[in-house]
């Protein structure tokens, strides 16, 4: 029954997860009487024996050291692109079987897949801390603060809201007024964004990096936002700007099209 589990699964499972239905069928296909099979009688030596013999039938290696060691290179390929930890976890599956190597139990796989993944937001945070100027974080600070402006300011600064709420809430209105309003916050956006340039070249994240972080800020409250640590918020903030930035710049030339199709300016 193991040899069968580890051919549909690439994996080992323990005694005590045998299914009983599992093992009345294959007594009975082998010739036993079901009752006589007793899974507790399986002894550790003998069952690591069997495992061993399984793999060398099916041509896959154990999880051993040098696994461990592939395993990791690919979590570090994989958290360089930001993928949510499941993700991970799942192409990790995969590429043990491709390489024909015995996937182990879920633990191991999760302490090298958070190891992985926090050692990639500290590489990053290194990053910030090292080129983030005074007046980049000021910049990024300004976000997390209220506006205080009346109606007819951009929505940067009208109302008593944070700007970073406001930010998020990009108008896709094709009224004038509203595209003049857009274009202004575009003007801010794109400011910070060509501050922020230098530090997203030394941050060398791809898209799915930067979207990653974004959506977490996009998702998030205010206060789960300012409690992360300042290397944290800085990093998940400039992420944000860039994601809105293209946003922004995806989004005009379709504004102008529904408001007056075959003209590409405002003035």
């Known amino acids: 029954m193991s040899c069968g589990y580890f051919k549909a699964a690439k994996r080992f499972f323990p005694n005590r997860r045998c299914s009983r239905r599992d093992l009345d069928y294959v007594a009975q296909k082998l010739g036993f009487q079901p009752e006589s ?37 690919e979590i570090e390929k994989l958290a360089r692109s930001q993928l949510q930890p499941a993700l991970i976890l799942w192409r990790i599956v995969d590429n043990l079987v491709e390489e024909k190597i015995e996937i182990p139990v879920y633990y191991p796989l999760a302490e090298l897949i958070l190891a992985g993944v926090n050692a990639r937001k500290a590489e990053l945070c290194a990053v910030i801390d090292r080129a983030l100027r005074a ?88 206060f789960q936002v300012t409690r992360r640590s300042s290397e944290d918020r800085y990093l998940h903030l400039i992420a944000f700007v860039t994601h809105q930035y293209f946003r922004l710049m995806d989004e005009f030339p379709r504004m102008f099209e529904v408001a007056e199709p075959g003209r590409t300016s405002v003035t």
């Not at 896709?172 to 501050?195: A, H, W």
């Open 37 to 73: 099979i007793d899974v507790n009688s399986y002894s550790a030596t003998t069952r690591l024996r069997h495992e061993r013999l399984i793999l060398d039938f099916y041509g896959f290696r154990p999880f051993d050291s040098t696994a461990r060691k592939f395993v990791t290179g």
């Open 135 to 222: 007046h980049n974080r000021e910049a990024l600070d300004e976000l997390l603060v209220q506006g205080s402006a009346g109606e007819d300011a951009p929505v940067l600064t009208k109302t008593a809201a944070y700007k970073l709420t406001l930010l998020k809430k990009l108008s896709q209105s094709t009224r004038p007024s509203k595209i003049k309003e857009t274009i202004t916050d575009l003007l801010v956006v794109q400011g910070l964004y060509r501050d922020f340039l230098p530090i997203l070249c030394a941050l060398d994240l791809n898209h799915e990096g930067v979207r990653y972080y974004a959506h977490s800020v996009i998702k998030s409250e205010i």
